[in-house]
C-alpha cells in the first residue's frame, strides 16, 4: 500500500510539472476521499491547493473531512471566501462542528462568515454539548416521520429531505411534539404495502441515548446492538439528532489511542505522532515522569532503611529485582484485564468484590506456582540455604497476592472517583507494587533470618 501511494505520488508530481490537469481530474476522481486525504499528505505544501481545486464539489467536501487538521488548515488560508462557501456548504452538521473545535479562533470566524444562517444555528446548537458527549458529535441532519404518514407519503419525504440528510437507511418517527416514538428501515418501507401507514411498520422499541451521554457509552451502544445509526434525544425525549457509525468509529480510535496514551503514562494528544514537535512530545510526557519519578524515590527510601539488614545479609539484593519485575507484571496484567473490562462496560463497581475474589483465587495459584519453581532453582541452582529460600518464596506468594488486588481494585476505585481507570496502567501499578513488594520482602526476613 505504501509503495502505491508512493507511485501515485510520483504520478500526481509529474502530472503537476507537465500542467496535465484534466488527466490528474481523471485520476483522482477514481479515488475513494480517504485514500485522496492519505495522497495529499504526501504532497508538497504548493502543490495541495491546486489540486484540491481540480476535485468535484462533493468529492472535494468529502475528502477534506477526512484530511487532518493541520491539513485542513493549511488549505483553508488558500481558500477564496467563494471556495470556503462551497466546502462548508457541502459539509454535513457533524463534521462542520468538528472542523470548527480543531481551527483556530481567526480560522473559526472566516468559517462562520461564510455559512449561511441555518448552518450556523446548527453548528452552534452541536458547540453548545459537553465535550465528548452524544451531543457532540451528532448530527441534525436526518429524515424524521410521522406515525400517521401513508407509506407513498413517506417515500416522497424521504426523496425531498433524502439529499440533505448523512443517512436514509434507519427513518425516525416522531409525534407532535418531536418525541420519538419509533423506527422504520428504508428496507420496511419500500417492501411495504402503499397504502400501509408508517406506524402499521415501524418498530416501537427503540434504542437511544441522551445528548449529554458520554461519547465512549455511545460506541459501546453500536457495538452491542449492532447499529449503523443511533438516534440521541434531549432531557425530554424529543429527538434532535442522529450518529452515524462512521462517526461512532472515530470515537472509537480516539477513545482507544487515548487509553493507550494513558496507560503508558502519556498525556492524550489529538495529533499525529510525525505531526507533534519535539517540545509537544516533551510535553506530554515530562509531567508523567516526573510524578513517578518522584514516587519511585520511596522505593529507594525504603531500601535505605534496611540498609544495615542488607549489609548483614548481603545475598538478600541479589533477589530484589526479580521479586519487584514479578510483583510489577503481575499487577500490570490485573489492572489491564480490569481497565479492558471497564470500557467494555462488561465490568461495574458493584462487580468489585466478585472481582476481588476471583484474582484472590488467581494470585494463590499464579503465587504457588511461581514461589515452586522458583524454590527449586534457588535450592539446585543458586544453592541458597534452605531459609533463604523460604524468605524469597514467602515474599513472592505475597507480593503477587497484594499486586493482584491493587491491580484489580485500583482502576475501579479510579473509575468510582470520577477519573479515567486508565491511568491505574502499568507505571502506577508497578510502583506502587515496587514499594510493597520490599516492604514484605524485608520484613519476612527481619522475622525469619533474624535481622
Known amino acids: 500500500m505504501v509503495d502505491n501511494y508512493t507511485s501515485l505520488n510520483k504520478t500526481v508530481l509529474a502530472l503537476i510539472g507537465e500542467k496535465k490537469f484534466k488527466q490528474l481530474q481523471d485520476i483522482l476522481t477514481n479515488m475513494l476521499p480517504a485514500d485522496i486525504a492519505v495522497l495529499f499528505s504526501e504532497l508538497p505544501e504548493q502543490s495541495q491547493p491546486l489540486v484540491f481545486r481540480l476535485l468535484p464539489k462533493d468529492l472535494a467536501a468529502d475528502t477534506f473531512v477526512e484530511m487532518d487538521s493541520d491539513l485542513q488548515h493549511l488549505l483553508i488560508q488558500g481558500f477564496s471566501d467563494t ?46 454539548y459537553p465535550e465528548d458527549s452524544a451531543g457532540s458529535i451528532m448530527t441534525t441532519e436526518f429524515v424524521s416521520l410521522r406515525a400517521q404518514m401513508s407509506i407513498t407519503d413517506a417515500i416522497n419525504r424521504i426523496r425531498r429531505k433524502g439529499f440533505d440528510s448523512e443517512t436514509i437507511n434507519a427513518c425516525y418517527v416522531t409525534d407532535d411534539g418531536r418525541r420519538l416514538i419509533g423506527v422504520v428501515s428504508i428496507r420496511t418501507i419500500i417492501l ?20 449529554t451521554e458520554d461519547q465512549e457509552t455511545v460506541v459501546n451502544i453500536f457495538a452491542k446492538y449492532d447499529l449503523t445509526v443511533l438516534p440521541v434525544v434531549d432531557g425530554e425525549g424529543r429527538l434532535v439528532g442522529i450518529v452515524t457509525v462512521d462517526d461512532a468509529l472515530d470515537v472509537l ?199
Open 83 to 128: 471556495e470556503l462557501q462551497e466546502v462548508v456548504s457541502e459539509l454535513y452538521i457533524d463534521d462542520a462542528a468538528a472542523l470548527i473545535e480543531e481551527m483556530p479562533a481567526n480560522v473559526v470566524k472566516r468559517i462562520l462568515r461564510q455559512a449561511d444562517p441555518e448552518t450556523r444555528r446548527q453548528i452552534n446548537e452541536i458547540l453548545k
Open 192 to 211: 411495504a404495502d402503499e397504502n400501509d401507514r408508517i406506524e402499521d411498520v415501524m418498530n416501537r422499541y427503540v434504542v437511544s441515548v441522551r445528548t
Open 253 to 451: 480510535q480516539e477513545e482507544t489511542t487515548e487509553d493507550f496514551e494513558k496507560m503508558a503514562a502519556i498525556t492524550p494528544t489529538d495529533r499525529p505522532y510525525l505531526k507533534k514537535s519535539v517540545l509537544e512530545i516533551w510535553r506530554s510526557r515530562i509531567p508523567w515522569l516526573l510524578l513517578l519519578m518522584i514516587s519511585a524515590t520511596f522505593t529507594g527510601m525504603i531500601i535505605s532503611h534496611f540498609e544495615d539488614a542488607l549489609k548483614t545479609y548481603v545475598l538478600l539484593t541479589a533477589y530484589i529485582p526479580m521479586l519487584m519485575d514479578t510483583g510489577g507484571n503481575s499487577g500490570s496484567q490485573a489492572s489491564v484485564t480490569i481497565i479492558r473490562g471497564l470500557s467494555l462496560n462488561e465490568l461495574e463497581f458493584r462487580d468489585l468484590f466478585r472481582v476481588v475474589w476471583k484474582e484472590f483465587q488467581v494470585a494463590i495459584l499464579a503465587g504457588v506456582t511461581l514461589a515452586v519453581f522458583n524454590f527449586i532453582k534457588l535450592i539446585v541452582v543458586d544453592q541458597v540455604s534452605l531459609l533463604l529460600a523460604l524468605v524469597i518464596c514467602l515474599t513472592l506468594m505475597l507480593t503477587v497476592f497484594v499486586a493482584k488486588l491493587a491491580g484489580c481494585t485500583l482502576p475501579m476505585l479510579a473509575q468510582k472517583a470520577g477519573f479515567d481507570p486508565a491511568v491505574m496502567a502499568s507505571p502506577f501499578i508497578t510502583t506502587i507494587v515496587d514499594a510493597l513488594s520490599l516492604l514484605i520482602y524485608f520484613r519476612i526476613a527481619t522475622v525469619l533470618l533474624g535481622l
